[in-house]
């Protein structure tokens, strides 16, 4: 049994513990912004982001912490802690509004929680948080670069990104067995799909890179793939595309193309 306060595996649980590399992912946070925090932890960055922010949300799933997470936030009054899971937490209920994120967020967690996040939670316009690198790299990768694949089409449709830094495993605790890095998403106004085409452009990027192997068309459904060349050559690529050739506009250009929308 893991003794109260020490981190948890199961959780994905890597305490950051230096003041530095906190600063470095508090950069850009102002005292006008409302701060969304995912696994405060012990509350090192906590404390950075409530010197900082007008008001800073901290959720946390595991209550082990929380007697730390209190001391490192002492008194402010501008910290709320909320006990919950971070993949099915109600963000539209938190009011103030969050207009960023800032975390070291739970490395078992991160790739959907981010999704989730620029999917359902609008009003974060700037997202700046520490991964594994080998994560940070899928999540900003470009097209034809040997880390892209649907994960970065995806949050490209939502946003720009960029991996901003590297971590070195020395800061955390315990240390992770992998280098991490910081990575910061800027949401596109207006998102690259509208609201009412994001669903089923999603569903036709996960079917693209179903089998990198293949022809993009060879990936798709029936109906869609003998559409597929000449819905391809309108948009500037060759029949035998790949879907790692195609950045996220070629995506969207090529969903409406294919539904008959017209130009991409």
Known sequence: MTPP???????????????????????????????LE???????????????????HAVELDPDVLD????????????????????????????????????NLP????SPLVLRLLEEVPGLRVLRFMVQLEVARRMA???ESRDYGAYAALTGLLARGSVEH?????????????????????????????????GAVKELVVAAFRSR???????????????????????????DARAEELGSEDFVALYRRLSGRGPG
């Open 38 to 56: 995912i696994g405060p932890g012990r509350g090192a960055l906590t404390g950075v982001l409530a010197g900082r922010a007008a008001f800073v």
């Open 213 to 239: 192997r293949k022809r993009l068309a060879n990936n798709l459904p029936g109906a869609l793939r003998a559409a597929a060349p000449v819905a391809l050559a309108s948009i500037g690529f060759g029949p």
């Open 107 to 110: 490395y078992n967690v991160a």
């Open 141 to 143: 990768a470009g097209k």
């Open 166 to 198: 590297r971590v070195s495993p020395k800061v955390f605790e315990p240390p992770p067995r992998v280098e991490s890095a910081v990575v910061e998403l800027l949401r596109r106004e207006p998102p690259l799909a509208a609201p009412e085409e994001y």
């Open 5 to 35: 306060g020490r981190p948890k595996k199961r959780l994905g649980q890597h305490f950051l513990k230096d003041p530095n590399t906190a600063r470095i992912v508090a950069a850009g946070v102002g005292e006008g912004d409302v701060v």
């Open 68 to 103: 730390s997470l209190e001391s490192a936030v002492g008194e402010r009054e501008n910290v709320r802690v909320h006990a919950g899971d971070a993949l099915t937490f109600d963000y539209a209920a938190l009011d103030p509004a969050p207009d960023r994120l800032a975390a």
